[in-house]
Each structure stands twice: as structure tokens, then as C-alpha cells.
């Protein structure tokens, strides 16, 4: 689950128009190889708009949908019909991480942010994918695809409609 709630809090924009870019939208799919060579493979959409708004709505294997504001996290889960609501205490600035980028190769730049080192593919000005090791020794590999970039949002989408019939759960 920290994986994820990484995963969400980090995603968003590509290197090419970095300073100008407000918002970014993609399909994802997620890979998640453990030190044994399991492999988690999750899918599905994320919203991102800036300063610090994201949606991260798996639709594969299960339901789930991921609201991250500001440094608050927001889990609504219909397969176990329950919300978590959690403070996120080291609030992750992909922005900066992208700032703080050096290139590598003509695709490949390197970013390090709290000890982590993310490895991002570009193709042209897409983002097609950020890899990194969580701190569980997981390889962690986010791939994009349909990307929008500085599409019209507002902050109503990133506010959670949460059924009155589920169970709240506040960490």
C-alpha cells in the first residue's frame, strides 16, 4: 500500500514545458517486482494539477481511487466498501524532482529526492515512464500512454465522494 500512496503523490508532468505545465493526464500501468521477483501489476488513469492535486483511479486488478491534496490522503475502495483518510507526513514535490533532473541519455534523466533515485524516460516532451526502488526494496515501474498535458481542471475533481454507507477509516 506505501507504494502506492508514493505513486501517487508523485506523479505528474513532463520535462518539456515543466515551468509552464499546470495539469497532466495518462492512462498508467504500474509494475511492482519484489526483491524475489513477484510481480504486482496494477492499472488504470491519473489527474494531476498543480500545486499539489492528484487522482490515481486503478481499474485493474481492483476498484480503488487514490486522492492526494496537498499532503492529505484520500483511499476510497468499493471492492471493501471503506475510505482511508491519512495526513501525509513527507509531502513529495515532483515538481522540484523534475526541476532537479540531470540528463542522462537523449531519454533518460536522473532525479534524487529523500534518498530515492527516480529514473524517467522521456520520448520527445512525453513522460513515458519513472522508475524507482521503494523503501521496502520494491522496483517500482509507472509507464504512461494517452497523455494530456495543461487540460482545463478544477479542484472540484480532486475532492473524494465518499458513500455515506462506508466504513470511515482515519490513520
Known sequence: MKYIFFSAILLTLSF??????NSYEADFRQVVT???GNILEYSGHIKVM???YALWEYLQPSTKLIYINKNMATIVEPDLEQVIV???HNSIDFFKILKNAKKIDKNTYIAEFQSVQY???MIDSDLKS???KDQ???TILINFSEQTVNKKMS?????PCIPTEYDLIRG
Not at 16 to 21: K, P
Not at 155 to 159: G, P
Request: charged content about 40%.
Open 34 to 36: 519484489n526483491d524475489k
Open 155 to 159: 479542484t472540484k475533481e480532486f475532492k
Open 130 to 132: 519513472i522508475e524507482y
Open 16 to 21: 518539456g514545458d515543466i515551468f509552464s505545465m
Open 119 to 121: 529514473t524517467i524516460k
Open 86 to 88: 491519512k495526513k501525509l
Open 50 to 52: 498543480k500545486p499539489q
Open 136 to 138: 521496502l526494496d520494491n
